[in-house]
């Protein structure tokens, strides 16, 4: 490959050579292997062809980062770029784009044609393929794979994980012609340490040369051990200083609360990680940085900057986190204190990597990492043409052992599992285009419905053990009778024993009061002896086996109705996709969004909506609700119902009356959308959640950002996250069919006012 400065590794001929032959590839290689090299032949083949590319990530920082690198390497003409909220150049050869856009494009509805949105496209790269897994979003990735015509080569590149092969073979199945290049190559190999909070002035390597756990390394004690409470006593300035004395810096620090990325932060105040010039560099790049973005002057992190350290999480503007990457790219930044989130493909390669604990709070309590985690965080560690070793340090924790750090450190990848979720605008978008059948199939070509095996796998396991123990279970009876015969002679038996004993009673109580006994009673005894004779024909009643053969007998009716449950539970594994989205159609027949399973005016209108419940926000719009409002209540109402339950306890401030009036009269739209989704069995969010909707209010109607960001303890990225939703669902409606004039006009209005500094740096 000529094209390149540098002689490619192996992996990265093989996977140029597949897209030389016309055919699409699936790439999967640690973090940092180099897969972006196998997107630029793509690119560089585009170019020579006259044809057109498509560069698709998950995330729109990262696409924002790709058509910046590549409007360098390739002249800014020649590059476009489309998120939710920008389009820049839409029609250039190379256009970076969110995987989101992408799919959108593909439905046809919002970009318009298909034909005219995919002219001269003859590759796509899908970046980050591993994000299938993503709960949330993953579904994007499968509907992009299964629309994407066949004439179009996807060049698919992925994280390390368990089932490529199968990834592969799925892609080969709905697309075309796919081939695997799968490597565990690493140009920069990882050394793994381990902090022993009882030797704190050195790291410990974790393995030894042949790959058994370091003997010398102890188990954490618990934090309330002896009576000490060591829950206050951090290490993190000790871990610093020894990544610094071993030369491993710079590194980047994951924990998972942000409240920690400060507070450790802060903690390694005054360590010296920058020298007197170094320092200098980052005052004079922050003073140009500020003079652009004057709403970070007078930030009280400045400080930590200058002397090398940083938090980075989504609590911070975002503005300051691109700050944060660049000095950390010049290398002036010597330690980053970040959340897992830093780890999804942000260029910012580190020569360490520390893992505050293998171990994670979710709200079901402490969890391990996942393989798959912990090699997304662990593979930041090492650059390539500037270490020769990537350090990768995990913190001793009383929730984890030395030997669970180990067995994850040398664990494979987890499996991609399949997030496939039909949704209101799916069913709408796929009955506009196809019939009933013809959306079947493409509800049946989903990775999650080809990958059902690997789902079904511990059910069929389970089912096994069950078929295996009723093997074992079968029993030869010595005298040849049937189960069904002792079956009858148990029956016998309990009603011979139940009649004997109710007899005993009766004589006790007749013989207490010297009754004499009635033509009844001697009668009921009688029938009670030929019981007897009755049971006394079977060989059960002087069979030895006997209690073998009825526990069996009992076990075995319990085993196979256990099956039966599991034999239910596979049918509805393997058409719970086709089952999700009649449930959706169902409900859209319901509220006069399908006729004849073709969407009626409203369905097109909702086909076009993308939101977690299209269907929700598509009846607060034709409730009429919003029409009468002003640009900052539109906005505060928006808000309320895109912004996601928060687990931390946050006060409503007061937000004005008629947007509250608004969010009373939506209740009763929710609640009715709840019933309805119970009954069929349907998981869309409904929010209404007023958070932030005073903030919103007071921003559009001009208030400083001070003002806004003052009135309530939370971070600053999240009150710009909520905004951008806001922009987001206002902007989609200026662009959907059928909604009124005057609504158009608020939220444009709205959108002008919410998009100014703070808010609208990307």
Known sequence: MSEFPFELDDFQKEACNIIDDGQSVVVCAPTGAGKTVIAQHAINNAIKEGVRIFYTTPLKALSNQKFYDFSEQYGSDNVGLLTGDTSINRNAQIVVMTTEVFRNMLYGTNFGAVADNLKDVKYVVLDEVHYMNDEQRGTVWEESIIYCPTNIQIIALSATVANCQELTDWINTVHSKTKLVNTDFRPVPLRFYYFDSSQPFKLLPLLTPSGQINNKIR??????????????????????????????LPAIFFTFSRRKCDEQMEKCSGLELNTKEEQQKIKDFIEEYIAQNPHLYGNKNIDYLVQGVASHHAGLLPAWKNLVEKLFQQGLIKVVFATETLAAGINMPARSTVISSVSKRTDAGHRMLTANEFLQMSGRAGRRGMDEVGYVTVVGTSFQSPDEVAELVLSDSNPLESKFSPSYSMVLNLLQRFSLEESKELILKSFGYYSSDYRLKPILFQMEQYDKELEERAFACPYKLSDEDMAKYDRLRFLYVQNRQTYKKILKQEKSKHRPLSAEVIEFGNRNKQEL??????????????????????????????????????????????????????????????????????????????????????????????????????????????????????????????????LNKIRNIKRKLEKI???????????????????????????????????????????????????????????????????????????????????DVD
Not at 229 to 246: E, G, P, T
Not at 714 to 731: S, Y
């Open 533 to 662: 004779h009755q049971m006394q024909q079977y060989q059960c009643d002087v069979c030895k086996f006997y209690k073998k053969h009825a526990k069996n007998l009992e076990v075995i009716k319990r085993l196979l109705s256990k099956k039966k449950k599991l034999e239910k539970e596979i049918e509805n594994q393997k058409d719970i996709y086709w089952n999700k989205f009649l449930a959706h159609r169902a409900v859209l027949e319901q509220y006069g969004y399908l006729s004849n399973d073709y969407p009626t005016q409203q369905g097109k209108t909702t086909s076009q909506i993308r939101s977690e419940n299209e269907l929700y926000l598509s009846e607060v719009i034709f409730s009429g609700l919003l029409e009468e409002l002003t640009p900052s209540q539109l906005a505060g109402v928006i808000c309320a119902i895109t912004t996601e339950d928060i687990r931390t306890e946050i006060p409503y401030i007061p937000f004005s009356e008629p947007v509250r009036k608004t």
């Open 677 to 759: 989704q119970n009954e069929n069995d349907i998981e869309a969010p409904l929010y209404i959640n007023p958070y932030f909707s005073s903030m919103i209010e007071l921003w559009v109607e001009g208030a400083e950002w001070e003002t806004v960001k003052g009135s309530m303890d939370i971070g600053e990225g999240d009150i710009v996250r909520a905004f951008k939703r806001v922009v987001d669902v206002l902007r989609q409606l200026t662009v959907i069919d059928n909604i009124p004039e005057s609504l158009v006009f608020t939220a444009r209005d709205a959108i002008e006012k919410i998009l100014r500094e703070p808010v």
């Open 219 to 248: 188990p954490e004690k618990p934090q309330w051990s002896k009576g000490r409470d060591k829950r206050k006593k951090s290490y993190v300035r000790q871990i610093i200083s020894n990544l610094q004395a071993q030369d491993m």
